[in-house]
C-alpha cells in the first residue's frame, strides 16, 4: 500500500476512541506518525489502547495525556509533539462531549462541559497549531492543515441536543474564519461534517428513537462508521485543496 501521508506529524484529539480511534489508524497505516491527544488511553467502545494496535500493524502512535479545555495542557502538548518529531503538519480537531437535552432542560453546567471540550478546546487547539505551522517551512503546498469534526447537526438543528448543536455549528464557522485568514500563509482549514455515525458508544447513541431518526435521514442503506470519516479526513489531508465558503 501506498503510504501517502509518510513522514507527516499529526494530532488527533479525543484519539482514543470512536472517530478519532479510526482516524489514528488510517494515518497511521498511511505512514504518519499520530499523536493522540485524550484524558485516557480507554476506548468508549471498549477494546485495547489504539496506540498498541498501530504499533502492531506496523505504524506509529504515541499518546500524550490532554484536556483539550485547558490551554496549558494543548499548549504543551504541542510543544512535546515539535520537540520529540520536529514539526506539525495536521491537526485534526475531533474531541466532542455532548449533553444531549434540549435548551429548557440545558443546565448551566451542562453548557459549559459542552463548550469547554467541543468549542473552546477546538479553539485552543487550533490556536496553538497556527502558531507552531507558521513558523515552519512549507511542506508540499502547505505549511500544515487543520481538519475539524463538524457535523450535519452544526448545519441544522440538533433535535433535544442544543448544546452539542452550537457547539458543531461554532466549529463549522471556526473552519471559515481560520481558512480566510490563514490562507494567505499557506495554512489549510477544511472540516468534515459527518451524519448519523455508528461509533459503539452506547446510551443516547443506540437509542432506538434516535437511529429511526437517523436512518429516515440517511439516503445510503446503512448508517455511518468510524471508518467511513476516517477516509474522509485522508482524502481532505491528500488532496489538499482548501474549500472556499
Request: charged share 25%.
Amino acid at each position: 500500500m501506498t503510504q501517502r501521508l509518510c513522514g507527516r506529524v499529526a494530532i488527533v484529539t479525543g484519539g482514543s476512541s470512536g472517530i478519532g480511534r479510526a482516524i489514528t489508524r488510517k494515518f497511521a497505516s498511511h505512514g504518519a506518525i499520530v499523536v493522540v491527544a485524550d484524558i485516557t488511553t480507554d476506548a468508549i467502545e471498549g477494546g485495547r489502547p489504539v496506540c498498541d494496535i498501530v504499533t502492531e500493524e506496523g505504524g506509529k502512535a504515541v499518546f500524550f495525556r490532554t484536556d483539550v479545555s485547558i490551554a496549558r495542557d494543548v499548549d504543551a502538548m504541542v510543544a512535546e509533539t515539535v520537540s520529540r518529531f520536529g514539526r506539525l503538519d495536521i491537526l485534526v480537531n475531533n474531541a466532542v462531549l455532548r449533553a444531549g437535552k434540549p435548551l429548557a432542560e440545558t443546565e448551566e453546567a451542562d453548557w459549559d462541559r459542552v463548550m469547554d471540550v467541543s468549542l473552546k478546546g477546538a479553539y485552543l487547539c487550533a490556536r496553538a497549531a497556527v502558531l507552531q505551522m507558521l513558523k515552519q517551512d512549507v511542506v508540499g503546498e502547505a505549511r500544515g492543515r487543520l481538519i475539524h469534526i463538524s457535523s450535519q447537526h452544526g448545519h441544522m438543528s440538533a433535535p433535544e441536543d442544543f448544546a452539542y448543536g452550537v457547539s458543531k455549528a461554532g466549529v463549522a464557522y471556526m473552519t471559515r474564519q481560520i481558512a480566510a485568514d490563514y490562507a494567505k500563509d499557506l495554512i489549510v482549514s477544511n472540516a468534515v461534517a459527518p451524519g448519523k455515525i455508528l461509533t459503539g458508544k452506547g446510551g443516547r447513541a443506540v437509542d432506538p428513537r434516535w437511529i429511526e431518526y437517523s436512518e429516515g435521514r440517511a439516503p445510503w442503506p446503512r448508517l455511518g462508521t468510524p471508518e467511513d470519516v476516517a477516509n474522509a479526513k485522508e482524502l481532505t489531508v491528500i488532496t489538499g485543496k482548501q474549500k472556499a465558503f
